[in-house]
């Protein structure tokens, strides 16, 4: 009887594959040797999934992105005060080992996705995605707050502060969860007037 293949669980583990390439090699020492390397597989295999290096890493950053979304969308089911909202937008920031790898490998391809079109068309959907993410977080605070809020402003702020958090605590991990949940929660409590 010929073996069962779970192609979602190996694409996965591809994925997981390349972050870790990504995380000791950066981004330019990613290419299908490496990572069917890093997985224990032949290239061959590899490229039976993907074709090439660049749709192999165009998976990746669309999975990634999907990873992140279904925390999030777990997460904003609970987001019914601020701490509730402050939870769901821990889900963008590298608080632990796992979403610090995450968003080291988001910021490699966000950076390569510059030059490489097939890169740039998923990046352009999930950025637009995060700041969609944040004006809903806005609206949110703002019907809490039961006060008038500037959305536009306030989504650039927000995002600005989790884009600024995210890459301190992915490229300068000194900056801890600890202190990026506290500034998080602060800024916040100032947008609700708190």
Same mark, same amino acid.
Do not use: N
């Given at each position: 009887m010929p073996k069962v293949v779970?192609?979602? =669980?190996?694409?996965?583990q591809i994925v997981d594959a390349?972050?870790?390439v990504v995380h000791r090699a950066g981004y330019a020492g990613v290419?299908?040797?490496s990572v069917a390397e890093e997985a224990g597989w032949s290239t061959g295999a590899i490229r039976h999934y993907f074709a090439s290096q660049q749709e192999l890493i165009a998976f990746a950053m669309a999975d990634l992105a999907e990873?992140?979304?279904r925390r999030i969308d777990v997460a904003g089911q609970l987001a019914t005060d601020v701490?509730?909202?402050?939870?769901?937008l821990e889900e963008v920031l590298p608080l632990d080992a796992a979403r610090r790898a995450e968003s080291e490998m988001w910021m490699a391809l966000a950076i390569a996705a510059r030059t490489e079109p097939q890169?740039? =068309?998923?990046?352009?959907?999930?950025?637009?995605?995060?700041r969609g993410l944040m004006e809903s977080c806005v609206l949110m605070l703002g019907q809490l707050s039961g006060q008038a809020v500037d959305v536009r =402003?306030? =989504?650039d702020r927000l995002h600005a502060l989790i884009d600024g958090m995210a890459l301190h605590g992915t490229l300068a991990p000194r900056l801890s969860a600890a202190r990026m949940r506290a500034a998080?929660?602060?800024?916040?409590?100032q947008l609700v007037g708190d």
């Amino acid at each position: 009887m010929p073996k069962v293949v779970d192609h979602a =669980t190996r694409r996965a583990q591809i994925v997981d594959a390349v972050i870790r390439v990504v995380h000791r090699a950066g981004y330019a020492g990613v290419s299908v040797r490496s990572v069917a390397e890093e997985a224990g597989w032949s290239t061959g295999a590899i490229r039976h999934y993907f074709a090439s290096q660049q749709e192999l890493i165009a998976f990746a950053m669309a999975d990634l992105a999907e990873r992140a979304h279904r925390r999030i969308d777990v997460a904003g089911q609970l987001a019914t005060d601020v701490e509730g909202v402050a939870r769901l937008l821990e889900e963008v920031l590298p608080l632990d080992a796992a979403r610090r790898a995450e968003s080291e490998m988001w910021m490699a391809l966000a950076i390569a996705a510059r030059t490489e079109p097939q890169l740039a =068309t998923v990046w352009r959907e999930v950025h637009g995605q995060l700041r969609g993410l944040m004006e809903s977080c806005v609206l949110m605070l703002g019907q809490l707050s039961g006060q008038a809020v500037d959305v536009r =402003t306030e =989504t650039d702020r927000l995002h600005a502060l989790i884009d600024g958090m995210a890459l301190h605590g992915t490229l300068a991990p000194r900056l801890s969860a600890a202190r990026m949940r506290a500034a998080l929660r602060l800024h916040l409590s100032q947008l609700v007037g708190d």
